[in-house]
């Protein structure tokens, strides 16, 4: 079936710096990609919503300065997190759609990140 | 926008027994329902979903019901094995190419 495939699945930085998480769709061309962002016990918070070639939509309270988001192919959406802070250390998870209506949104395995 | 409420937080069944998961949404445009099961580090994965033109859905041991007059759906596991044992979330969405909303999440465990 469709695969979602999120690149690095655990990274640690610096406090300072940034770093980027990629999500590519391996078997169908993904108009449409979504980060979540997930706490330790939580559930899946949406970070924004990302279409091919254009603008990502943020969801309130997420710092579009702060989660840079690219979709610049129908298969890629990168998500950088800059100057990255011991609190944005988590577990970001990507999904992606091909958006046509009936078809299944498939998730991502999910990158843990932290930041010392 | 949509709100998505889901019971119990907790459940722990006897291998062999079933469990079952509800979960009650507040915008009756949603249209999608999908289930997620999420093992520790793992991201979620789909193990069924049901559209608002189904009442009722089923596949082999896992199967979902909807109620979409009183907009609440549940998920129902049988014969429940210790590797059924994860989080479940439930989701809704208007479409299944729109941003899904998740439920709280629900902690099944399975004792052998």
């Known amino acids: 079936g469709a695969v979602v495939s999120q690149h690095p699945s655990r990274v640690i930085c610096k406090s300072g710096t940034s770093v980027k998480i990629e999500c590519r769709s391996l078997?169908?061309?993904?108009?449409?990609m979504f980060w979540y962002r997930q706490f330790p016990k939580q559930s899946l918070m949406l970070m924004a919503t990302s279409n091919e070639g254009s603008k990502a939509t943020y969801e309130q309270g997420v710092e579009k300065d702060k989660f840079l988001i690219n979709h610049a192919s129908l298969t890629l959406s990168t998500l950088t997190v800059t100057s990255a802070h011991p609190e944005d250390s988590s577990f970001y998870i990507c999904?992606?759609?091909?958006?046509?209506?009936?078809?299944?949104?498939?998730f991502g395995e999910g990158s843990w990140l932290t930041v010392v | 926008g949509e709100n998505v409420e889901q019971h119990p937080s907790t459940l722990s069944v006897q291998e062999g027994d079933s469990a079952v998961i509800k979960c009650t949404y507040s915008?009756?445009?949603?249209?999608?329902f999908p289930w997620y099961k999420q093992e520790l580090g793992k991201g979620p994965q789909l193990i069924i979903d049901i559209r608002s033109n189904v009442g009722e859905k089923k596949d082999q041991r896992i199967a979902v019901t909807l109620n979409k007059t009183a907009k609440h759906f549940s998920l129902h596991i049988t014969e429940t094995q210790p590797e059924d044992s994860a989080v479940y979330f439930c989701a809704a969405s208007i479409g299944s190419a729109r941003q899904l909303t998740f439920g709280s999440g629900t902690q099944l465990t399975v004792l052998p």
């Open positions: 999904s992606a759609t091909t958006g046509t209506p009936g078809n299944t949104i498939y």
């Open positions: 078997d169908f061309q993904a108009t449409t």
């Open positions: 915008d009756s445009a949603s249209n999608y």
